[in-house]
């Protein structure tokens, strides 16, 4: 079955500091990819997405890029802000047809902790 | 605005207590579901449904239930919670083939 794999955590980064996520993916066909963020006390925000092969989301300056050969879809910011402390949590969504379910199969989520 | 409510944010309830948490959309969704988050587990889905009067089990169903009367509500059902139930639990919606899902802030619930 479909399945997600992200970098056990937690991560702790100094403000201004690159950041890597690293998310690799097992699904068959074509699925979309998706980072979600999760800010203490907090739902579940779509970060950024990518639906084809190459596609490179991007939001609030992190970026990830959609790369098939490697079945990766790796989370970057190249400063990070201590408003950036969250759990990050990559997910993918098999390609479905008109009447299939629409689930997210997530990773097991990073907790990300920025320090000033 | 946009959004998807649950109730309660948190909850304690003794082992064998019906309890019911509710979602609501406002966003005319076709699509909603619940999921469970547990540490080191991620977010899995429990039940979903593509309209009204159509659900169907997710990968973990046992033990719940969901009804979908009205296209804005998707209540959660634990007829006789048991303590491995305690979790975290989203609601989410979204269009029909629509890339983005809503989430609701999450309930935190315990079972003693």
């Given at each position: 079955?479909?399945?997600?794999?992200?970098?056990?955590?937690?991560?702790?980064?100094?403000?201004?500091?690159?950041?890597?996520?690293?998310?690799?993916?097992?699904?068959?066909?074509?699925?979309?990819?998706?980072?979600?963020?999760?800010y203490?006390?907090?739902?579940?925000?779509?970060?950024?997405?990518?639906?084809?092969?190459?596609?490179?989301?991007?939001?609030?300056?992190?970026?990830?890029?959609?790369?098939?050969?490697?079945?990766?879809?790796?989370?970057?910011?190249?400063?990070?802000?201590?408003?950036?402390?969250?759990v990050?949590?990559?997910?993918l969504?098999r390609?479905?047809?008109?009447?299939?379910?629409?689930?997210?199969?997530?990773?097991?989520?990073?907790?990300?902790?920025?320090?000033? | 605005?946009?959004?998807?409510?649950q109730?309660?944010?948190?909850?304690?309830?003794v082992?064998?207590?019906?309890?019911?948490?509710?979602?609501?959309?406002?966003?005319?969704?076709?699509?909603m579901?619940?999921?469970?988050q547990?540490?080191?587990?991620?977010?899995?889905?429990?039940?979903?449904?593509?309209?009204?009067?159509?659900?169907?089990?997710?990968?973990?169903?046992?033990?719940?239930?969901?009804?979908?009367?009205?296209?804005r509500?998707f209540?959660?059902?634990l007829e006789?919670?048991?303590?491995?139930?305690?979790?975290l639990?989203?609601c989410?919606?979204?269009?029909?083939?629509?890339?983005?899902?809503?989430?609701?802030?999450?309930?935190?619930?315990?079972?003693?």
């Amino acid at each position: 079955g479909d399945s997600v794999t992200q970098m056990e955590g937690p991560v702790t980064l100094s403000e201004e500091a690159f950041l890597t996520i690293n998310c690799t993916y097992t699904a068959t066909g074509y699925p979309s990819l998706f980072w979600y963020v999760q800010y203490p006390g907090e739902g579940l925000q779509l970060l950024l997405k990518a639906t084809k092969a190459d596609d490179k989301g991007s939001n609030k300056g992190f970026e990830a890029t959609y790369r098939k050969e490697t079945t990766s879809f790796h989370l970057e910011k190249g400063s990070v802000q201590v408003s950036d402390s969250a759990v990050y949590f990559c997910a993918l969504r098999r390609a479905i047809s008109n009447f299939g379910n629409e689930k997210l199969t997530f990773g097991t989520g990073t907790r990300l902790t920025i320090i000033p | 605005e946009a959004q998807v409510t649950q109730n309660p944010r948190y909850l304690i309830t003794v082992t064998g207590k019906k309890l019911t948490v509710t979602c609501s959309q406002n966003m005319n969704h076709e699509y909603m579901s619940w999921y469970r988050q547990d540490p080191g587990l991620g977010l899995r889905q429990i039940y979903y449904s593509m309209n009204v009067e159509v659900t169907d089990k997710g990968d973990v169903p046992e033990g719940y239930k969901v009804s979908r009367k009205e296209k804005r509500n998707f209540p959660l059902i634990l007829e006789s919670p048991s303590p491995n139930q305690t979790s975290l639990y989203f609601c989410a919606s979204s269009t029909l083939g629509g890339t983005e899902a809503f989430f609701g802030q999450g309930t935190r619930l315990t079972v003693v």
